[in-house]
């Protein structure tokens, strides 16, 4: 069992930056991929950013440049640092882990594939 919890989010302006934090806890040492995903109203939820165990990242294409995931196992917290953000963007976002080794971008970003969350938290960002 992996306890996740999140951290951060609201709301902001076009341009604008966000970091979100999620804290987990419980045997983390067998998670291999923990994941940033996020869902905006009537569609369905879509892999943002995933960081491996190796430390292998990925990240949607509209992430790309914009979004950094990161991992600080001494604090148990992974981290998305979210910059120029756009209303596109606007969605709820969880943090998620997985206990199978993902090896590819599409895997990783599979919220199929995930099989712990955390609770979501609301990134809002007007024009």
């Known amino acids: 069992q992996v306890q996740l919890a999140v951290f951060g989010g609201g709301a902001v302006q076009a341009g604008g930056s966000v970091r979100l934090s999620c804290a987990f806890s419980?045997?983390?040492?067998?998670?291999?991929?923990f994941g940033w995903f996020r869902q905006a109203p009537g569609t369905e939820r879509q892999g943002v950013a995933a960081?491996?165990?190796?430390?292998?990242?990925s990240y949607r294409d509209s992430a790309k440049g914009r979004f950094t995931i990161s991992i600080d196992n001494a604090k148990n917290t992974l981290y998305l640092q979210m910059d120029s953000l756009q209303p596109e963007d606007t969605a709820i976002y969880y943090c998620?882990?997985?206990?199978?080794?993902?090896?590819?971008?599409?895997?990783?970003?599979?919220?199929?594939?995930?099989?712990?969350w955390g609770q979501g938290t609301q990134v809002t960002v007007s024009s």
């Open positions: 960081i491996a165990a190796d430390g292998v990242t």
């Open positions: 998620a882990a997985s206990t199978i080794p993902l090896g590819s971008d599409p895997m990783r970003l599979a919220p199929g594939l995930f099989h712990y």
């Open positions: 419980g045997d983390a040492g067998r998670q291999y991929c």
